[in-house]
């Protein structure tokens, strides 16, 4: 990420208004009714991390979350159009979601994934598709190893400020990517800096995409150091959360320290990393 980009996302993380609605402007909760389908409910809005609670230790490994379908409009060969992005999720147990942004990078983005493999680990990567083009095997080695790929436009841009035309072009030529490297286009999206509007939304659905926001921001495109992004993951830990962490954009060295740090303790606490899935009938 060039040094206007970082400003730029700067600025944008710190305006208000309808240009910056992300995890902390609007959420839903996905939820799994007595038969398996989801529906959307309204979710507080995520204000910051929770007060800091210790981790306790429990026999609770990984339990991959199944069971999530699509919203009922989907059942019959569409996906809903919603009105702002999902933010938390359900499941058995204590589920966590972990979400890596702006990727696949070969510096950072294998050692993430080695990490958890080793801890046989679900995620999910919102890759971009500029970055994805030129690194197909690694999204191959993503699908392979389980993880969901997401799609977190071309170049991202601030969609906002775009036309319906190019809003739709950056997330086609995504999806055409994703679909060309792992076999399946994406079923989940994400907009750019949590900027998201009603175009966004439209064309995510047209394209057969669920919106997914995010419950717990580390910061670390901040480089605020590995303990630190540590520390807020482990102080935002609760059942349902998203967190959101990049392995692309930039220098990602202390993302990649802190999940081997965090991964496991989290794991240990009894939290199930898993990711969530659609299932179309």
Same mark, same amino acid.
């Given at each position: +990420? /060039?040094?206007?980009?970082?400003i730029t996302r700067r600025r944008v993380l710190t305006i208000g208004? =309808? %240009? %910056? =609605?992300? %995890? %902390?402007?609007t959420a839903a909760l996905l939820t799994a009714g007595p038969d398996g389908t989801p529906a959307a409910e309204p979710a507080a809005p995520a204000a910051g991390p929770p007060a800091h609670r210790a981790l306790k230790p429990s026999a609770y490994r990984?339990?991959?979350l199944t069971g999530y379908g699509p919203p009922p409009a989907a059942a019959h060969g $569409? /996906?809903?159009v919603r009105h702002e992005p999902l933010l938390r999720v359900s499941g058995r147990g204590r /589920? +966590? =979601?972990l979400t890596f942004d702006d990727g696949p990078d070969p510096r950072y983005t294998p050692d993430i994934l080695r990490t958890l493999r080793e801890h046989d680990v679900r995620a999910m990567f919102f890759v971009c598709g500029e970055m994805a083009v030129h690194n197909k095997d690694l999204l191959a080695e993503m699908t392979e190893d389980g993880h969901v790929v997401g799609n977190h436009t071309w170049s991202h841009p601030l969609l906002t400020r775009l036309t319906r035309g190019k809003i739709r072009w950056q997330m086609e030529r995504t999806s055409e990517v994703v679909q060309d490297a792992c076999g399946e286009a994406p079923v989940w999206f994400r907009a750019p800096y949590g900027a998201w509007n009603r175009a966004a939304f439209q064309i995510g659905a047209d394209l057969g995409m669920e919106p997914l926001a995010w419950t717990v921001d580390t910061l670390d495109w901040m480089a605020p150091g590995a303990d630190t992004i540590v520390d807020r993951v482990e102080r935002g830990a609760a059942p349902g959360v998203v967190v959101l962490s990049h392995d692309a954009g930039g220098d990602r060295s202390q993302s990649v320290r802190a999940l081997r740090d965090y991964l496991p303790e989290l794991l240990d606490s009894g939290y199930h990393i898993t990711v969530p899935t $659609?299932?179309?009938t």
């Amino acid at each position: +990420m /060039t040094k206007d980009q970082l400003i730029t996302r700067r600025r944008v993380l710190t305006i208000g208004g =309808v %240009a %910056a =609605v992300g %995890a %902390a402007g609007t959420a839903a909760l996905l939820t799994a009714g007595p038969d398996g389908t989801p529906a959307a409910e309204p979710a507080a809005p995520a204000a910051g991390p929770p007060a800091h609670r210790a981790l306790k230790p429990s026999a609770y490994r990984l339990e991959p979350l199944t069971g999530y379908g699509p919203p009922p409009a989907a059942a019959h060969g $569409r /996906t809903l159009v919603r009105h702002e992005p999902l933010l938390r999720v359900s499941g058995r147990g204590r /589920t +966590m =979601v972990l979400t890596f942004d702006d990727g696949p990078d070969p510096r950072y983005t294998p050692d993430i994934l080695r990490t958890l493999r080793e801890h046989d680990v679900r995620a999910m990567f919102f890759v971009c598709g500029e970055m994805a083009v030129h690194n197909k095997d690694l999204l191959a080695e993503m699908t392979e190893d389980g993880h969901v790929v997401g799609n977190h436009t071309w170049s991202h841009p601030l969609l906002t400020r775009l036309t319906r035309g190019k809003i739709r072009w950056q997330m086609e030529r995504t999806s055409e990517v994703v679909q060309d490297a792992c076999g399946e286009a994406p079923v989940w999206f994400r907009a750019p800096y949590g900027a998201w509007n009603r175009a966004a939304f439209q064309i995510g659905a047209d394209l057969g995409m669920e919106p997914l926001a995010w419950t717990v921001d580390t910061l670390d495109w901040m480089a605020p150091g590995a303990d630190t992004i540590v520390d807020r993951v482990e102080r935002g830990a609760a059942p349902g959360v998203v967190v959101l962490s990049h392995d692309a954009g930039g220098d990602r060295s202390q993302s990649v320290r802190a999940l081997r740090d965090y991964l496991p303790e989290l794991l240990d606490s009894g939290y199930h990393i898993t990711v969530p899935t $659609r299932h179309y009938t």
